[in-house]
């Protein structure tokens, strides 16, 4: 009965398992990738390496209660639009729009209608959906 953080930290036989161990203990962690240990620091710009284009710091804001079950609001990807349910009302995926492509389209010019369809998208399971819900409302 560890916690993660217990378990990736634990000690081990040899001075080299330790030292590869913790520096994939503060990738884990702390989300880094190799370039933040590099001798002379992050380049510029490194930030997106780490975040992936087009995503946000956001990484989920999810809710639920026994009453009306989870609830995905905001996910990396972007603002959740629609919740996929299958037969069971369990959720198979989710639709969303990303809010930093939605942000772009619009800077390079287009309508904010264009812009909204342009930067939806949707993850797992969503053309097998009984029904989709708005998680806002329903």
Same mark, same amino acid.
């Given at each position: 009965?560890?916690?993660?953080?217990?378990?990736?930290?634990?000690? !081990? #036989?040899?001075? +080299?398992?330790?030292? +590869?161990?913790? $520096?994939?203990?503060?990738?884990?962690?702390? %989300?880094? @990738?190799?370039?933040?240990?590099?001798?002379? %620091?992050? =380049?510029?710009? &490194?930030?997106?390496?780490?975040?992936?284009?087009?995503?946000?710091?956001?990484?989920?804001?999810?809710?639920?209660? !026994? /009453?009306?079950? =989870?609830?995905?609001?905001?996910? &990396?990807?972007?603002?959740? @639009?629609?919740? +996929? !349910?299958?037969?069971?009302?369990?959720?198979?995926?989710?639709?969303?729009?990303?809010? %930093?492509?939605? @942000?772009?389209?619009?800077? /390079?010019?287009?309508?904010?209608?264009? /812009?909204? $369809?342009?930067?939806? %998208?949707?993850?797992?399971?969503?053309?097998? /959906? #009984?029904?989709?819900?708005?998680?806002?409302?329903?």
């Amino acid at each position: 009965g560890k916690t993660i953080l217990e378990a990736l930290n634990t000690d !081990l #036989v040899c001075d +080299a398992i330790n030292t +590869a161990m913790r $520096e994939l203990f503060l990738q884990i962690v702390y %989300g880094r @990738t190799q370039s933040a240990f590099s001798e002379d %620091g992050l =380049p510029i710009g &490194a930030g997106l390496e780490d975040l992936g284009k087009g995503l946000r710091s956001q990484v989920g804001t999810m809710y639920g209660t !026994l /009453a009306k079950g =989870p609830r995905y609001l905001e996910m &990396a990807e972007g603002y959740v @639009t629609g919740i +996929a !349910l299958d037969e069971n009302n369990e959720i198979i995926g989710y639709q969303f729009v990303s809010l %930093g492509k939605f @942000t772009d389209f619009i800077k /390079a010019g287009d309508t904010p209608n264009d /812009a909204w $369809e342009k930067a939806k %998208g949707q993850y797992g399971r969503v053309d097998d /959906a #009984v029904k989709i819900i708005d998680p806002r409302k329903e």
